[in-house]
Every structure is written in C-alpha cells, then in structure tokens.
C-alpha cells in the first residue's frame, strides 16, 4: 500500500511552534529598523542559539539538534514571514554547517561546527565573484601552494553575512577545470582576509551582504576543506541541497505572509459600501497566491523530506521547489501589493517589502535560468 502522510513529525511541529513564536516575538520588533538601516541586529544571534535554530542541521555531538531539512524548512519559514532578512542569514549560516559536515575532517568539526551552533559567530559560504556567480569556473580567485599550506589571492562579492562570519567557507582556483576549484575554511583575522563593502540592497535589507578580500592570505593546509579538486562538487552539493531549499523555504514565508496581508487589507478596505473582499477580481487573485503558496509548500516540503532520507534525488526536487516558490513568491506578492492599491505603495505597509524580499530571493541560490538547466539537464540526460 502506497504510504503517503502529510503531517509533520511531532519534533518538527515543536520547531514549528518555537520558530514562530521566536519570530514574532524576537524579531518582529527588529523589522521596522532593519529596513531603514540595512543592517542585521546582531543581537540576534545569541538569542538564535539559544532556542535551537543555529544548529538544526547539525549532529548533537557537535551542539545541534540533529533535526533535519524538514525541520529547517518549516523554521526558516516562519522566520521568512515575518522577515526573509533574518531567515536569509539563518539559511546561509546553516549552508555553512552543511559543508562542514559534509566535507570537513573529524578536527573541522570538532573545531568549527560547535561554534557556529553556539553562535559564537555566522557561516556563510562565499562562491561569487565580480565575474559572475552562474559560472562557476569563470570565478578568478586562486589558492596557490605556499610555505604549510595555500596562499589566496583574489574577492568575493554579495556574500551573506560576510561582515559576520568568523570562518567562511571560500572556494577558490587549484588547477584549471571542474577539478580545479577547491574549498577552504578561512578564519577572520587571517592576515590578507578582509570583507570590504557591506551593500545596501532594494530587498532583504536587514540581511548583511557583502564581499570578501584575499591578499596574499595564508590558509594552513588543515583548513582546506575536502581534497584539492573537490570544491566545485562542495559547491554544488551545498547551494543544491542546503542552499536552494533554503531560499525556497524562505519564499514559502514570504508567500505567507503575502496571503495574510491581501486576505487582511481586502477585509479592510471598503469600496462602494463593502469590503473589496466581496470583489470577485480580488478573491481570484487571493485564490491564485492561495495556490501558488500551496504548491511551493508540497514541492518545499517533499524536498526536505527526501534529504531527510538521505535520497540521492533531492538535490533535483530542492532546485524545482528553489525555482517554484520564489517566482510563485514573486507573483503572489505582486497580486497582494495590487490588492493594495495605492496603499501598496506606502511604506507603512508591509506588502511593498514583502514584494522587494520575493525579487532579491530569485538570484540568491541560483537564478530561475540556471534552475532551468539543472532541471531540464535531469529529464535530457
Ligand atoms: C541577497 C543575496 C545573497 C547572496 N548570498 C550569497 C552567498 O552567501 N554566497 C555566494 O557565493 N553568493 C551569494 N549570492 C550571489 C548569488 O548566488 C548570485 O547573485 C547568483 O548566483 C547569480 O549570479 P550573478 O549575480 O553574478 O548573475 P550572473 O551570473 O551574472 O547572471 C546574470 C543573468 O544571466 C543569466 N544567465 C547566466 N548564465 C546563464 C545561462 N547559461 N543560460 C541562461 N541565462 C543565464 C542569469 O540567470 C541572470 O539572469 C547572493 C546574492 C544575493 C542577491
């Protein structure tokens, strides 16, 4: 008999529940200044690592619960609703733990991933260059053999929490092709590492995007993380499977949200004497987000679940769900900001930041165009 069930394990509701109530109780009240200051209230992080959320993906012997994708998903949903900012820096600083466990040796676990589940500082994992994050092997930055370990040499850009991190996870050039790219954990106060410019973003605004410089900077040979040749296949493993699903689980907040306020201001607003809820143009365009935030969801969720299950095919399902929901998120956002009217212009309306969150979620992660080769190369191949 065909086993289908589509509740959440109690463990996962139980994130669920502590995700929104850290939401709404910690975080909502940081949105207003976040979005006039661009800035991430590090204040947050202690208080992240405190209710579980820094370490949801990492093994209990390392300080994290062990929960899993699903698990995650669910979070950084609730996160995303009230703000894809947080949810945007709790996302990639879980890219991190990912690679870590993944690729990293018995002593880079032990050393880094307690840590970042402690909260004593954010991952992040910085791939994209100037010349352009969709090619991968286009990227400049080079590791060179020196004196006990790399020498590298070269910068990053648009990188999540870049002025946060106390160990990114950098990829850089070893040799010349798809076995020329290696991955290296480089530690903040490494001679020759800098972050340069933090950006300041139409969308996301609270989330710390930045880049990352590399002049003449020693990384012990212990820090490379993977072998020499492997960081292309660390890259790819940790935006398909940690990245994108994180994006997507993000839009799946926003799209949340989206909904909340159309259904909310439709009620609200009255036009030829009642709500413009009675409109039938306006219920066709809550039902159309309705549906968009509902098949983001079964893609977003079915994801997780086989990454959970340690299913080789998940990678293929995250990026569907990746480039789904976000452009769901997208259109669901602008359905709900046209329900606004001209109020969807006014910045005391959440709406308008949920419609700039949704278009900066597209090309974090990976672009809906690369997306589309990644899906279509899995039914061409
Ligand atoms: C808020 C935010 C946070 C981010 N965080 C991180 C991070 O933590 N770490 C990190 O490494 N990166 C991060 N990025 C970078 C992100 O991964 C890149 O922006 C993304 O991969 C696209 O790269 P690009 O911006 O250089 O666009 P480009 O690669 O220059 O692409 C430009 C356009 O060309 C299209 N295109 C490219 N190649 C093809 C093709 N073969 N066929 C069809 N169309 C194509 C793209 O889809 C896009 O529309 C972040 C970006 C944002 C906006």
């Not at 609730?78 to 600083?93: F, P, T, W, Y």
């Not at 930041?353 to 039914?379: F, N, Y």
Request: glycine share 12%.
């Amino acid at each position: 008999m065909l086993d289908m069930n589509f509740d959440f394990p109690n463990p996962v509701r139980i994130v669920q529940r502590t995700a929104r109530d850290f939401a709404r109780q910690a975080v909502a009240p940081l949105v207003a200044g976040m979005e006039e200051t661009g800035r991430f209230p590090k204040s947050l992080v202690p208080k992240m690592a405190e209710v579980g959320l820094l370490g949801l993906v990492t093994p209990r012997r390392y300080g994290g619960s062990e929960l899993g994708f699903l698990a995650r998903t669910v979070a950084l949903q609730e996160i995303g609703r009230v703000s894809a900012a947080v949810a945007c820096a709790l996302q990639v600083h879980h890219m991190q733990a990912a690679a870590i466990q993944d690729w990293g040796t018995p002593a880079q676990k032990e050393k880094y991933l307690p840590r970042l589940c402690r909260g004593e500082f954010l991952g992040t994992v910085a791939v994209t260059e100037p010349t352009g994050g969709s090619d991968l092997l286009g990227m400049a930055t080079t590791a060179v053999p020196a004196a006990g370990g790399y020498a590298l040499n070269g910068s990053k850009c648009f990188i999540t929490n870049a002025h946060l991190a106390g160990a990114p996870v950098v990829i850089a050039k070893t040799g010349e092709g798809s076995r020329g790219l290696s991955a290296f954990i480089v530690e903040k106060g490494t001679r020759g590492f800098a972050p340069g410019r933090e950006e300041r973003k139409m969308g996301l605004r609270g989330a710390d995007t930045g880049e990352l410089f590399f002049k003449n900077c020693r990384v012990p040979e212990q820090n490379l993380l993977g072998d020499e040749g492997e960081g292309m296949k660390a890259a790819l493993k940790t935006i398909g499977e940690a990245g994108r699903p994180g994006m997507a689980a993000i839009a799946l907040g926003i799209l949340d949200a989206a909904l909340d306020e159309a259904v909310k201001f439709s009620k609200s607003r009255n036009l030829y004497g009642k709500p413009i809820s009675n409109i039938q143009a306006i219920q066709w365009s809550i039902a159309d987000i309705l549906v968009d935030l509902e098949t983001s969801k079964l893609l977003c969720y079915r994801a997780s679940w086989l990454k959970d299950q340690g299913r080789e095919d998940c990678a293929t399902a995250m990026t569907l769900a990746k480039l789904h929901a976000t452009e769901a998120a997208c259109r669901a956002t602008r359905k709900a900001l046209e329900i606004h009217g001209g109020c969807g212009a006014m910045l005391e309306f959440p709406v308008q930041r949920l419609w700039r969150d949704a278009m900066v979620c597209v090309s974090a992660g990976g672009t809906t165009e690369i997306g589309k080769i990644v899906l279509s190369r899995s039914v061409l191949a």
